[in-house]
C-alpha cells in the first residue's frame, strides 16, 4: 500500500508539473476529488457498520476522546517553539506556522496574510511535508508504537488526505477517532493561528 | 461534517442491507479511491507554478518546522493512549 501510495503522489506531482491536469481524465479526477472522498467516506462506514461493537466501544471513551487532539495541538506547540528557537523566527510566527497542523492551504494563506508570504510560504510547505510525513509514518506507528498514536503527525488531516493509510493499517476503532480529531484539529486550526500570532 | 454524515449514511446503509460476502469488494473499491486521491493530491502539487521554487528556497527551514511539530504531537499523544485508550498496536493489514 505504501509503494502503491508512493507511486500515485509521485505520478500526480508529474502530471501537474507537465501540465497534464488539463487533461481529461486527470482533469475528471482531480475536480471530482470530493465526490471521491464522500464515496471513500461511505465506504468506510460500511466498515465501521460490518464491524459489530465498534459505536459502542467510542461511546465509551466519552470525555477522553478528546486527548488525541489536546495532545497533538500541545505537542505541535511546543514544536513550533522549538523550531521558531532553531530557526530564530519570531515565537509568533513560529508557533502560528506548527499550528496549522498539516492543513497546508488554510495555514499558508492565513499566515500568509498575517506574517508576510515567506512565512507564508513556511507554512505552506511544512504543512504539506507534515501530510506527506503523515502518510509514510502511519505504518511504522502502527507497528512500532500503538494505532491511535497513528493519528498524531496526521493532526488536522487525519478526517480526510491521511485518512485512507488510517484505514489501511489501523483499526475500525482508531478510524472513529481519527475522524472525530480531524473535525476538532480543522475546527481549532483558524483560531489556534490567531491567537498564537497575536498572543507571542 | 458533511464527512461525518455521509460516514454515518454507510453505517446505516451496512446495518441495514449489506451482504457480508460484499466486504472483499468494499476493501478494494475503498483502495481505489484511496489511490485516486493521493493521485489528485499530487496533481495539485505539482501545477502550482512555485512549486519547486518553494521547496529549494525555504525547504531547509520547512523541514524543522513539519518534523519538529510532528514528533512532538506523537511524543505527547502516545502516552495519553496509554493511559486513557486502548493501546492496541499490530502490523499493518497489508501483513496480517
Not at chain 1, 457498520?49 to 467510542?58: C, D, T
Not at chain 1, 498575517?114 to 506507528?141: C, K, V, Y
Not at chain 2, 449514511?9 to 475503498?30: C, D, M, T, Y
Amino acid at each position: 500500500m505504501v509503494y502503491l501510495a508512493l507511486i500515485a503522489l509521485i505520478g500526480g506531482i508529474a502530471c501537474g508539473m507537465a501540465g497534464l491536469d488539463d487533461t481529461l481524465p486527470v482533469e475528471m479526477i482531480v475536480s471530482h476529488k470530493d465526490l471521491i472522498l464522500y464515496a471513500l467516506m461511505f465506504l468506510v462506514g460500511i466498515s465501521i457498520g460490518l464491524n459489530r461493537g465498534i459505536i459502542k466501544k467510542i461511546k465509551e471513551y466519552h470525555i477522553r476522546i478528546f486527548v488525541i487532539p489536546a495532545g497533538i495541538i500541545a505537542g505541535s506547540l511546543a514544536g513550533g517553539i522549538v523550531s521558531g528557537l532553531l530557526t530564530g523566527l519570531p515565537l509568533n510566527e513560529s508557533t502560528a506556522i506548527a499550528s496549522g497542523l498539516g492543513w497546508y492551504s488554510l495555514s499558508g494563506v492565513a499566515i500568509g496574510n498575517l506574517a508576510g508570504a515567506q512565512a507564508g510560504s513556511i507554512a505552506f510547505l511544512s504543512n504539506l511535508l507534515r501530510e506527506i510525513f503523515s502518510f509514510f509514518s502511519i505504518p511504522l506507528i502502527a507497528e512500532k508504537l500503538n494505532y491511535p498514536t497513528c493519528i498524531a503527525p496526521a493532526g488536522a488531516t487525519s478526517e480526510d488526505t491521511t485518512l485512507p493509510m488510517m484505514i489501511r493499517y489501523t483499526d475500525g476503532e482508531t478510524v472513529v477517532l481519527s475522524v472525530f480529531n480531524g473535525v476538532i484539529c480543522s475546527a481549532a486550526v483558524p483560531f489556534l493561528i490567531s491567537f498564537c500570532y497575536n498572543l507571542f | 461534517m458533511d464527512v461525518i454524515i455521509i460516514m454515518c449514511a454507510g453505517i446505516l446503509v451496512s446495518k441495514i442491507f449489506f451482504p457480508i460476502k460484499w466486504k472483499r469488494i468494499n476493501e478494494l473499491l475503498q483502495l481505489i479511491c484511496t489511490l485516486l486521491l493521493i493521485f489528485s493530491m499530487g496533481v495539485i502539487l505539482g501545477s502550482r507554478e512555485d512549486f519547486l521554487d518553494t521547496i529549494t528556497t525555504l525547504g531547509s527551514q520547512s523541514i524543522l518546522f513539519f518534523l519538529i511539530p510532528a514528533v512532538f504531537s506523537v511524543i505527547a499523544v502516545y502516552p495519553l493512549t496509554k493511559i486513557f485508550l486502548n493501546d492496541k498496536k499490530g502490523k499493518g493489514k497489508d501483513e496480517n
